[in-house]
């Protein structure tokens, strides 16, 4: 249950955004949330709505896109995209993956009122 | 007044990341290895701790942060073995962050050659939080089974070696240590796995020679960089 600090961190970057734009009012906020991030986009509402409370987000709303785990074989090349994480390609057996998509925690946009 | 949709596109916990990579930057410069210890409550990163300490202390100074919800118990432990430890009580928060272990880098000494952090006892947060290690090490101790590392993906995907704890208790117990290794190695091939049982002392001297050998490659990579 670490949302609070990552909304506390989230915050931190919508506030400078907010001023560095001169904006009124923070209308829309946007995130990308990898299935691998280990955040509970329930969980993460939640914290929003509260910590929103008397800043410039307090009337916003949250958006999440929760992104599936995408990988790519570096040996034979094949693309993978599974529910279930295994580092272990599908096609050749080999365990020299690298992960494209599925750990982020971004803050991808955010709609202003200027 | 108009509407603008503004494209940031920043990771949310990007200054966690900046202050580690600080802390990295700084702390390898002074030949320190860090070790950040992950594990659930009660799966014996103390006492672990204070098997390396003994291990380690005649040769290698070394320092311990201890982070806790509540209580200076942990580094009250570490203290008695001779060793510099400080403790973080979070109040309440899961997990330490880098800024936190920043604030105490003026009181390491300088004669330090490694870091032991042992995070707040949670299997779950603190792996979405680097603090400028070099190393990441996850315990599972047996009593806990031997089902868990699918059950949190994050901490053994996200570390670089895989501590088993308590193993004196396996006899005792239906933990079936093979099927948690390779679970855990289907979920991250490139964990080191060491077997441990602090109270008979199995593999606290690998574990030792593992980190010994780890700042030495540090401290060679640094040169040819």
């Not at chain 1, 929760?66 to 090349?77: G, I, Q, W, Y």
Request: aromatic share 6%.
């Amino acid at each position: 249950m670490h949302e609070l600090s990552i909304v506390a961190s989230l915050f931190e970057i919508l506030e400078a955004k907010a001023k560095e734009n001169q904006a009124t009012k923070i209308v829309v906020v946007r995130l990308k949330v990898g299935k691998l991030a280990g955040v509970v986009p329930e969980f993460l509402e939640t914290a929003f709505d509260s910590y929103k409370q008397d800043t410039i987000a307090a009337e916003s709303r949250l958006e999440i896109e929760e992104v599936p785990l995408k990988m790519r074989c570096r040996k034979c090349a094949a693309k993978i995209e599974k529910e279930e994480f295994i580092l272990v390609c599908p096609s050749c057996g080999s365990t020299d993956l690298e992960i494209l998509e599925g750990m982020e925690l971004l803050l991808d946009k955010i709609d202003l009122e200027i | 007044m108009s509407n603008k949709e503004l494209i940031v596109r920043e990771e949310i916990l990007g200054s966690n990341k900046k202050v580690a990579a600080e802390i990295r930057g700084k702390l390898e410069a002074a030949g320190v290895l860090v070790v950040n210890l992950l594990s659930s409550p009660g799966s014996g990163k103390t006492t672990l701790l204070e098997r390396l300490v003994e291990t380690l202390k005649p040769t290698h100074p070394l320092a311990v942060i201890e982070g806790d919800i509540e209580t200076e118990r942990d580094a009250d432990r570490i203290r008695r073995k001779g060793v510099p430890a400080w403790q973080i009580t979070t109040g309440g928060a899961c997990h330490l962050e880098a800024k936190m272990v920043g604030k105490l880098l003026p009181e390491i000494p300088a004669e330090t050659k490694f870091l032991f952090i042992e995070n707040v006892g949670n299997l779950v947060c603190p792996a979405g939080y680097d603090l400028g290690e070099n190393l990441r090490c996850v315990l599972l101790s047996a009593p806990e089974g031997d089902d868990k590392p699918k059950k949190y993906p994050k901490a053994f995907t996200s570390a670089d070696c895989l501590i088993f704890t308590k193993s004196d208790l396996i006899p005792y117990l239906p933990f079936d240590l093979e099927k948690a290794g390779k679970e855990a190695l289907d979920l991250n091939p490139r964990l080191r796995i060491f077997v441990t049982s602090a109270l008979k002392g199995r593999g606290i001297a690998e574990l030792a020679r593992y980190f010994i050998e780890s700042r030495v490659n540090m401290i060679q990579h640094q040169r040819h960089a």
